[in-house]
């Protein structure tokens, strides 16, 4: 597909302005299952079941067991190589690095990424039906614990599902206008709005990466595709980006 990019070019401060979109590959490392791989969280749960507004109104406890699950397994995982080298690029980046991701585990910020835009929210927020209002939450939701806000027992857990609109959109499309180099970690590519993110850049101009264990289904979008394991990719592309 020939499409003149920039190279890794420098805004007027001369620093990359970069976008870095993160899948389920870059924790699996860490011991979390994603969702679409053979032995992935998909293969068994049905996402109508599990991961639904329709879900939660039919059997709201398997719902919030699924999602007590995951919550308590954070506990026993650890950021691995590729968080803590999207963190040594906000670093040196700052601002200049937008970070968002599908992921609603804590390994980015445990990983000592401080701004992460969490698309599809996080398992460690609850969020109250009733109220609208949010809480950090390390334990089970179960179905009857109360708001701490307003006392109604309509705490759901603060992530998007299949059908809800994702979040912070509005501060995520003008940074792919603007980006000079956009890169996708350990995404299958088959989930939108994030699965377009790639297209949505180039058509902006920028330069695409994809690093991802196996060709994504968006991978022929993209400048460059490199196969392997996040923990060694990832590393290594934030360390030829900071040599630019
Ligand atoms: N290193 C790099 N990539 C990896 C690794 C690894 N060690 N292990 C797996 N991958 C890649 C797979 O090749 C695949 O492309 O990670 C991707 C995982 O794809 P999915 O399981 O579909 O996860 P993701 O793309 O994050 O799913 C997007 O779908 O179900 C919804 O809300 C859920 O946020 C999720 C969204």
């Known amino acids: ?4 990019h920039r190279e890794i070019p420098h805004n007027v401060a001369g620093v990359p302005q970069v976008v870095v979109l993160t899948g389920a590959g870059i ?3 860490s011991g979390l299952p994603t969702f679409r791989d053979s032995d992935g969280l998909w293969e068994g749960h049905r996402q109508e079941d ?4 329709a879900a939660y109104v039919r059997d709201p406890a ?21 968080h803590v080298a999207l963190a040594r690029l906000e670093r040196a980046l ?7 991701t599908q992921n609603i585990d804590d390994l980015h910020e445990r990983g000592g990424s401080t701004r992460v835009l969490h698309l599809h929210g996080e398992l460690r927020s609850a969020l109250c039906t009733e109220c609208a209002s949010r809480h950090p939450w390390r334990g ?20 998007v599902w299949f059908g809800e609109i994702p979040y912070r959109m509005d501060e995520i499309w003008p940074r792919l206008q603007t980006a000079d180099v956009f890169c996708a970690i350990g995404t299958s590519g ?13 058509s902006s101009g920028a330069r695409t990466v994809e690093l991802n264990l196996a060709w994504s289904e968006v991978a022929p979008w993209f400048d460059d595709v490199r196969t392997g394991p996040a923990t060694e990719l990832v590393p290594a592309w934030v360390d030829e980006v900071l040599a630019q």
């Not at 597909?1 to 003149?4: D, G, L, Q, V």
């Not at 919030?64 to 950021?79: C, K």
């Not at 088959?190 to 180039?202: K, R």
């Open 1 to 4: 597909m020939a499409r003149t």
């Open 94 to 100: 700052g601002d200049d690095l937008l970070l968002v």
């Open 62 to 82: 398997l719902v919030q067991r699924f999602y007590d699950m995951r919550r308590a397994a954070l506990a026993s995982v650890e950021p691995n190589a590729a």
């Open 140 to 159: 089970g939701l179960g179905t009857w614990t109360p708001c701490p806000s307003c006392g109604a027992h309509a705490l759901r857990p603060d992530v």
């Open 190 to 202: 088959v989930v939108y709005p994030a699965a377009g993110f790639g297209q949505q850049a180039a």
């Open 27 to 29: 924790s699996a490392a």
């Open 50 to 53: 599990v991961a639904s507004p």
